[in-house]
């Protein structure tokens, strides 16, 4: 077997990023992607921590998460099998990144950034499920 073992190598087999590629990629949320997301019913977060990468899906009606600003959304924490391993990982490792869904699309918009766990009552209390 053939294995690639540096990133020229891995580069050759690909060649150029495509242009639209990179200019997707932005350092805030952008009108057209908070857009997307405020539709968006499901993510995916991923988290890293000591016992190694974790994904787990969310979902709730849409809007899945609220947007504060152009840089900071607010993600519910719904309790399921109470395994908390994306709070435990946060803890360890506050690196995250959520894709976004919507279903029936055939796009996602993927989001990359810091988590802290924030138990404010005003906050909590805004995503309070009836």
């Not at 990133?7 to 150029?16: H, K, R, S, V």
């Not at 057209?32 to 988290?47: C, K, N």
Request: charged share 20%; net charge positive; aromatic share 6%.
């Amino acid at each position: 077997m053939a294995y690639i073992t540096s990133l020229p190598q891995l580069e050759a087999l690909f060649g150029a990023v495509g242009e639209a590629s990179v200019r997707k990629e932005v350092p805030t949320l952008q009108p057209v992607y908070r857009a997307w997301i405020e539709q968006s019913p499901f993510a995916v977060l991923a988290t890293h921590g000591p016992q190694g990468l974790d994904t787990s899906p969310r979902g709730d009606p849409a809007p899945l998460v609220s947007i504060q600003d152009e840089r900071t959304l607010h993600l519910p924490e719904r309790r399921g099998n109470n395994r908390i391993d994306s709070l435990r990982n946060v803890l360890h490792d506050p690196r995250v990144s959520l894709i976004f869904f919507i279903p029936g699309v055939r796009e996602t918009v993927r989001v990359n950034g810091r988590a802290k766990i924030c138990v404010s009552p005003d906050l909590l209390a805004r995503f309070t499920m009836k």
